[in-house]
Nanobody, 124 residues
Framework: QVQLVESGGGSVQTGGSLTLSCAAS????MGWFRQAPGKGREFVAA????????AIADSVKGRFTISRNNAKNTVYLKMNNLKPEDTAVYYC?????????????????????WGQGTQVTVSS
């Protein structure tokens, strides 16, 4: 069982920045997804168990960065140049097993554990 604790959401204006954090109870592959009102949950970013490999959705590439601190079992999502379309509930996710320490999982169905979600609101 992996427990996830998210923090860092909030409200910012267009062009602002936020950093989300997700502390896990173990070292696992992790990812961030988001769900805007009336829409399904979509992939944002993910990192391998080692942290050496990452993936970023095209919609946020160049603006968002994912990183992890393995000593703290914590993953971060640094969000720059935020836009109103980034407004959503952001969820941290973790997978219990991995094919390899460098494999990056990008599908919602591949994750076993989910955080409670944190709201990010970007106003124009």
């Amino acid at each position: 069982q992996v427990q996830l604790v998210e923090s860092g959401g909030g409200s910012v204006q267009t062009g602002g920045s936020l950093t989300l954090s997700c502390a896990a109870s173990g070292r696992t592959p992790m990812g961030w997804f988001r769900q805007a009102p009336g829409k399904g949950r979509e992939f944002v970013a993910a990192t391998s168990r080692s942290g050496g490999d990452t993936a970023i959705a095209d919609s946020v590439k160049g603006r968002f960065t994912i990183s992890r601190n393995n000593a703290k079992n914590t993953v971060y999502l640094k969000m720059n140049n935020l836009k109103p379309e980034d407004t959503a509930v952001y969820y941290c996710a973790a997978r219990s097993r991995t094919l390899s320490v460098s494999y990056v999982y990008k599908l919602e169905a591949e994750y076993d554990y989910w955080g409670q979600g944190t709201q990010v609101t970007v106003s124009s």
